[in-house]
């Protein structure tokens, strides 16, 4: 589990735009477990998760602020996240886990407009269950021609392809941000507003002398170039 804290704005319904300015000015840092169990009762099987993130191919091909998305299953009475990532693959994991990984985005909630049915939520799990392990891969979203890889919004779309809430043409042509677009313009998903997932601030350490405060200064400024640069180029 990561060491890093975050400040999670569950904002109220009514929208993406509307939830993030009606965020409340102040609020408290919580440990992931303790967002993950705040949001956990507003998940349901079928819930998708849209990150805003700071991966550059992502915003370049698509043009859009959407990076990711991640699908939401009820095992248990807990959630768990399933997405298709850069370097990983398909995976599932527990919420508290999912939202480590994704700091420090910003996450987008929606939900099914209407509860899936028994049915289909089965199905639902069972295709996301049966992709694991397939291996990441987004060039083709290019061309739109299948391949052994999924990105995440491929993965998600043949996830409600499987059980007859979309239909896509080309699923490996869908984006993040054509997702968010297909599913509300249709009323098949309405937003539940945003989590923003934000490591506090660290202390900066003193240095000894001014010799050894200007190394720890150029230590800490190449750490954060160098995480930035990762998010951007690598994305994660």
Not at 156 to 167: F, P, Y
Request: charged letters at 20%.
């Amino acid at each position: 589990m990561h060491a890093w804290m975050l400040m999670a704005v569950l904002a109220m319904p009514g929208g993406v735009e509307q939830a993030s300015a009606s965020a409340p000015a102040a609020a408290s840092f919580v440990t992931y477990e303790q967002a993950a169990r705040d949001l956990s009762p507003r998940l349901k099987t079928g819930s998708l998760l849209f990150n805003k993130g700071d991966c550059l191919a992502v915003r370049m091909y698509t043009v859009s602020p959407y990076t990711h998305v991640a699908a939401v299953v009820i095992e248990a009475g807990e959630p768990v996240v399933y997405d298709s990532m850069n370097r990983v693959g398909v995976r599932r994991q527990s919420l508290a886990d999912y939202l480590t990984s994704q700091s420090p985005d910003l996450l987008h909630v929606f939900h099914p407009t209407r509860e899936l049915t028994a049915e289909q939520g089965r199905a639902f799990s069972k295709y996301l269950d049966s992709q694991l392990g397939r291996p990441y891969a987004v060039s083709h979203y290019l061309t739109g021609r299948r391949c052994k890889g999924v990105h995440c919004a491929e993965y998600v779309t043949d996830s409600l392809m499987s059980i007859g809430l979309l239909h896509a043409e080309r699923p490996s042509k869908v984006s993040p941000a054509s997702l968010v677009t297909g599913i509300t313009q249709a009323n098949i998903y309405t937003a539940d507003g945003t989590i923003e997932l934000r490591p506090p601030p660290r202390p900066t350490p003193v240095g000894e002398n001014r010799c050894h405060q200007l190394w720890i200064d150029t230590k800490l400024c190449l750490g954060k170039c160098c995480g930035k640069l990762s998010g951007w180029f690598l994305c994660r």
